[in-house]
């Protein structure tokens, strides 16, 4: 997979993981869930959703615009897919 660097979390894709903030390596890699966007239905707070590296905790991983743009997130990025007609 192809690897960017993002500085923006609007840039983000659902199907993308992080493997690094700021130059440190996650040990467990964050898949994004849910691109940037309401956090839930009809809230004006954005954010994007992350697949908690430990599902059994409970803890739900989202990333705030606030917190994290500026900062350098390392990203594998899947590579789209393409479809050829017959």
Known sequence: MPTIVLTR???????DVILSLDG???RTPLRVTDA???IAPGSPVHGVRLEP??????????FYP????????EV????PLHYHSP
Do not use: F, K, T
């Open 36 to 38: 940037l966007g309401p």
């Open 76 to 79: 594998e990025r899947p590579a």
């Open 24 to 26: 440190r390596r996650y």
């Open 9 to 15: 979390l609007a840039d983000l894709r659902a199907g």
């Open 66 to 73: 606030s917190q994290m743009d500026g900062h350098r997130l």
């Open 53 to 62: 590296p430990n599902p059994a905790s409970g803890i739900e991983w989202v």
